[in-house]
């Protein structure tokens, strides 16, 4: 991890709403460059609305979201688009297309935003899918393949343009433990040989002590940031009722 403490993210004063019903007010935090960075809380507390926010396709009510300083949501398009092409996003259900092939499915990033010849887009995308263990797989489709294999499917498309800061919406979600260990270990692996910039949106506790090296925590009832910092020093430290009943699924610590 970045010892240096260079913050890659900055959110700073954000309020998050649909239409007329908030979700969220008043958040504060840095997500600092080679963390891996944990957004915490139960189910409908606003983690993938903060995560939709972050990402450039949810504007927020007020508040800003910095990269290197620079305000995502006061940008022009054109500063926003190149800001996005440092992000690499792993949603849920691994978002590939069914009727492509794994390689063509990881090549469309590099097809949009890459001057490589078909050849090379073609090298770089079996290139990825080796990365994320799934050498021998390029012409296989989505439907051939199991839950977490799409997953590390979709992470090697997310990976397709070496980005600094990549987003993970509920990775573990529909895993078994060893494919959610599997994906948790190759988190680990990107920050490590990538340098990159890890933010994870997670219920699953596993994943939580096992990777994050910070982390917030949501509360849905007070629609807002009620706990920050690691999430074991968050286990041993926490008063609040709130975070040790998620932190331990409500057994006593």
Known sequence: MNSNLQPA???????????????????????????????????????????????????PIK??????????????????QAMMRRFGVLYQGGALWSSLTLWENVALPLQLHSKLSADEIREMAELKLALVGLRGYANFYPSELSGGMRKRAGLA???????NIVFFDEPSAGLDPV??????????????????????????????????????????????????GNPRELLATSRDSRVIRFLTRGEKK
């Not at 900055?10 to 944990?38: A, C, Q, W």
């Not at 915490?40 to 995560?51: A, D, F, I, R, V």
């Not at 498309?157 to 980005?163: C, E, G, K, N, V």
Request: net charge negative.
């Open 63 to 80: 508040g800003e979201v910095l990269y290197d300083g620079k305000n995502f949501w006061d940008a022009d398009e054109a500063r926003q």
């Open 9 to 59: 993210i900055e959110v700073r004063n954000l309020d998050l709403s649909y239409d007329d019903f908030p979700v969220m007010h008043h958040l504060n935090f840095t997500v600092n460059k080679g963390d891996i960075f944990i957004v915490m809380g139960g189910s409908g507390c606003g983690k993938s609305t903060l995560l939709k926010s972050l990402v450039g396709l949810l504007k």
């Open 179 to 228: 494919s959610a260990k599997m994906l948790d270990d190759l988190i680990l692996e990107l920050r490590d040989t990538f340098d990159s910039t890890i933010l994870v949106v997670t219920h699953e506790l596993a994943s939580i002590f096992a990777v994050g090296t910070n982390a917030i925590f949501l509360d849905e009832e007070s629609k807002s940031m009620i706990a920050a």
């Open 157 to 163: 498309r997310a990976i397709a343009l070496d980005p």
